[in-house]
Nanobody, 115 residues
Framework: QVQLVESGGGLVQAGGSLRLSCAAS????????MAWFRQAPGKQRELVAA???????NYADSVKGRFTISRDNAKNTVYLQMNSLKPESTARYYC?????????WGLGTQVTVSS
């Protein structure tokens, strides 16, 4: 069982930055692929970025070059550094854990980017 708690969301102006954190419980954190998803009102949840247990990463085309996912296995935490934020980045951001199917989810943290 893995419990995930996201933090770091908030209101930011376009062009600004935020760093999201996802703290995980459990002893097997390092074995999971961790990912950030987001869901805007009226839209489907979409993958933003993922990082495997080995540290390989992949990103949605819309965030490449602006967002960076990283993990600290010693702290059971995954991060999402978001730079050059755009209004279309406004969404609720969720952390997911999978091996490989994403079976554990946090409650999310809201990110709002004003123009």
């Amino acid at each position: 069982q893995v419990q995930l708690v996201e933090s770091g969301g908030g209101l930011v102006q376009a062009g600004g930055s935020l760093r999201l954190s996802c703290a995980a419980s459990g002893r097997t954190f390092s074995s999971y692929t961790m990912a950030w998803f987001r869901q805007a009102p009226g839209k489907q949840r979409e993958l933003v970025a993922a990082i495997t247990s080995g540290g390989s990463t992949n990103y949605a085309d819309s965030v490449k070059g602006r967002f960076t996912i990283s993990r600290d296995n010693a702290k059971n935490t995954v991060y999402l550094q978001m730079n050059s934020l755009k209004p279309e980045s406004t969404a609720r951001y969720y952390c997911g854990a999978g091996r490989p199917v994403y079976t554990y989810w946090g409650l999310g943290t809201q990110v709002t980017v004003s123009s």
